[in-house]
């Protein structure tokens, strides 16, 4: 059984398409380390700005602003580990706080008490990469690394 010119051709086109696809696969999953979680960027409503960074890297707790429209938010507690917002979800026309843990050695973060439809944002449990997002309430919590601004 002979192979035409063209069957041939056609097989160099896929492996070559197989090994472009391969070395962008296996740059990103391989060679590429996007680096360990540096800082964690809480951010309230629709902002491109955080209103809280949690630098795990230097072990600090950076308000950039206080929340619009309120007074004393957010709430910062060194001693629990914690950062206060008042959220968007309201109850009787009262906003409820969203009460955020974070955890400097594990460079987690975690909504530990909040109220929302289902509690749907504390049920997220503990994260050290994936967004937070607790959308009844405004709020969402962004993680980044220390490589994050690298460019090819």
């Known amino acids: 059984m002979t192979i035409s010119k063209q069957n041939k051709r056609d097989i160099i086109l896929v492996l070559i398409l197989l090994f472009i696809i391969g070395s962008v696969f296996g740059y990103r999953e391989f060679i590429y380390d996007p680096g360990e979680t540096t800082v964690a960027k809480i951010f309230y409503g629709n902002a491109s700005?955080?209103?809280?960074?949690i630098d795990f890297y230097n072990q600090q707790i950076i308000v950039n602003y206080e929340q619009p429209n309120?007074?004393?938010?957010?709430?910062?507690?060194?001693?629990?580990?914690?950062?206060?917002?008042?959220?968007?979800?309201?109850?009787?026309?009262?906003?409820?706080?969203?009460?955020?843990?974070?955890?400097?050695?594990?460079?987690?973060?975690q909504i530990i008490e909040e109220q929302s439809p289902y509690n749907v944002c504390s049920k997220q449990g503990e994260s050290n990469g994936a967004a937070i997002i607790c959308l009844p309430n405004g709020i969402r919590v962004e993680f980044s690394t220390a490589t994050e601004d690298f460019v090819l």
Do not use: A, S
């Open 49 to 53: 700005e955080p209103i809280v960074t």
């Open 70 to 109: 309120v007074t004393n938010y957010p709430i910062i507690d060194t001693i629990n580990k914690t950062i206060t917002l008042l959220g968007d979800y309201e109850i009787n026309n009262v906003r409820q706080e969203v009460v955020i843990q974070y955890d400097i050695d594990k460079k987690t973060v």
